[in-house]
């Protein structure tokens, strides 16, 4: 087999957490060769995936390893994606059908993050602790002539647009281009999400856009966006809340805590697999 001699090799594992598959990459990459690795990666003709994270070794000896999304962003799923992968490789004890706590760090997140990793048959389930919203803000838009008045909750590392399909005028797929040609209005990110939220259901179909790699992708689930949701949701309710949120890929479960009117705390569970692993050839 011929191979180009800008071919590289980069070890790879991909999760399945709700189905938002990750590719987490292994090996070392330098930081201004993420963003092109990560895009020649999750390609259809490469290993294939909605997001690419990368794993580094930990600032903060407290944690266990650092995740470093491509475009700096942070990222819930991928984080939990790296829970499992650091539970199922061995990296600390856990026993079958026991829980562990596994401290990490993250991109777009200040401190380290904690997740609740538990053994099932053939599976874990990870309950993370995530940062909690900067804020939660509405900002006013005029798409196609219609006029939206859209809540935008501001996490640390990515922004997420609540937009509820009952009163959406246009297709979602136009609405989300138009966002993105107006993204520096609500937010100075590299990532911002859109969840089409149908409150009837209590479901979202997930798009999120990444400036720095350029990819726009419609996620089987994301755990970023459903801590979004929760917190938007805990804001209409005046209170904490708990919801099971339906997405393509599966149910995410947010729990939103609220002590005086300010958002304390925020999580988020759902099912996470291996799916595959092994070595990728890159051509740069």
Not at 41 to 52: C, K, L, N, T
Not at 156 to 182: M, R, Y
Not at 189 to 201: C, K, L
Not at 259 to 270: A, F, M, Y
Request: charged share 20%.
């Amino acid at each position: 087999m011929s191979v180009s001699m800008n071919m590289i090799e980069v070890e790879f594992v991909k999760i399945s957490p709700t189905q938002n598959m990750t590719i987490l990459v292994t090996s070392p990459v330098a930081r201004e060769r993420q963003a092109e690795i990560a895009k020649k990666i999750m390609a259809y003709d490469s290993v294939h995936g909605e997001q690419v994270g990368f794993v580094e070794k930990p600032g903060d000896p407290n944690a266990l390893a650092r995740l470093q999304m491509a475009g700096g962003e942070f990222c819930g799923n991928a984080s939990l994606a790296l829970c499992a992968y650091l539970v199922w490789k061995g990296a600390l004890p856990c026993p079958a059908q026991g829980s562990v706590s596994v401290p990490i760090e993250a991109s777009g997140a200040g401190d380290i993050l904690r997740c609740e990793i538990t053994r099932k048959a053939g599976f874990f389930l990870g309950k993370l602790n995530m940062p909690a919203p900067d804020s939660v803000k509405h900002f006013d838009a005029e798409i196609e002539g219609a006029s939206y008045s859209l809540p935008v909750v501001h996490l640390p590392g990515i922004s997420h647009v609540i937009a509820e399909t009952k009163t959406l005028k246009i297709d979602k797929n136009l609405f989300a281009e138009k966002l993105i040609e107006h993204c520096d209005v609500f937010t100075k990110e590299e990532a911002f999400g859109i969840m089409f939220y149908d409150s009837a259901s209590c479901a979202i179909e997930p798009f999120v856009y990444v400036k720095t790699v350029g990819t726009r992708v419609w996620e089987r689930g994301c755990g970023s966006g459903t801590a979004a949701l929760g917190a938007y949701l805990a804001s209409l309710a005046g209170g904490s809340v708990t919801a099971d949120v339906a997405q393509p890929g599966g149910v995410i479960t947010v729990g939103v805590t609220v002590n005086d009117g300010k958002i304390t705390g925020v999580s988020i569970q759902g099912k996470i697999e291996i799916a595959a692993w092994g070595k990728a050839l890159v051509d740069l």
